[in-house]
Every structure is written in C-alpha cells, then in structure tokens.
C-alpha cells in the first residue's frame, strides 16, 4: 500500500524555520519524483518544489526560491522540506505527493501557521 506521511508542521515567527518530513512507504523512493505543494486558505493547491528520483530540485515558484531546500534520506524513504525566513504569506497546508505533474497518491498534509 502506498503511503505518505507529513510531519514536522506547527506554528513559527516570521523569520524563523521549520523542516518539515514525508516519510514514503509502499514503493521505492528514488524510482519517483516527490513534489512538496501547498494550499493557502481560499488559494489553490501549489507546486512548490519536485525533487527527481536522481535528487535534482525543479518548479521552485520565485515566492519560495532561496528560501525552501529539498533534500530526501533513501535509506530511511524520507523527503525533507526545509524552510527558512518564513513569511506569514507561507501560512497553508503542506503536502507532499508521489508526483509532482502526475499524481496518484497524496499525504494528509501538515499545518504550518507563520505569525506574530
């Protein structure tokens, strides 16, 4: 059965940083892209980054480039998002999928709220 598993979400000051975890089961991690996305009350689900099966970091949207790094653990089928320099603008719910143009299966999302 396929699974994803986000984690690490809550709340933090504008400013600060949280690293949020996919972890993957039910299929092998690196023979598929992963795309983190986001949802913003009244806003539509975003892409805001793909990283391939190779590592390689594609479809940064200009509002999160510099300030969100993706890197994933195989041996442990964990994506990771860090984020730095939030902004109350990055408050939504984050998803990761099994995909990032083409997806059959979604996680159940994390909270992250940025405030003062």
């Known amino acids: 059965q396929v699974q994803l598993v986000e984690s690490g979400g809550g709340w933090v000051q504008p400013g600060g940083s949280l690293r949020l975890s996919c972890a993957a089961s039910?299929?092998?991690?690196?023979?598929?892209?992963i795309g983190w996305f986001r949802q913003a009350p009244g806003k539509k689900r975003e892409l805001i980054s793909c990283?391939?099966?190779?590592?390689?970091?594609?479809g940064q949207p200009e509002s999160v480039k510099g300030r969100f790094t993706v890197s994933k653990d195989n041996a442990k089928s964990t994506v990771y998002l860090q984020m730095n320099s939030l902004k109350p603008e990055d408050t939504a719910v984050y998803y990761c999928?099994?995909?990032?143009?083409?997806?059959?299966?979604w996680g159940q999302g994390t909270q992250v709220t940025v405030s003062s």
């Open positions: 039910g299929f092998t991690l690196d023979d598929y892209n």
């Open positions: 999928a099994r995909g990032c143009f083409r997806i059959n299966y």
């Open positions: 990283v391939s099966s190779s590592g390689i970091t594609t």
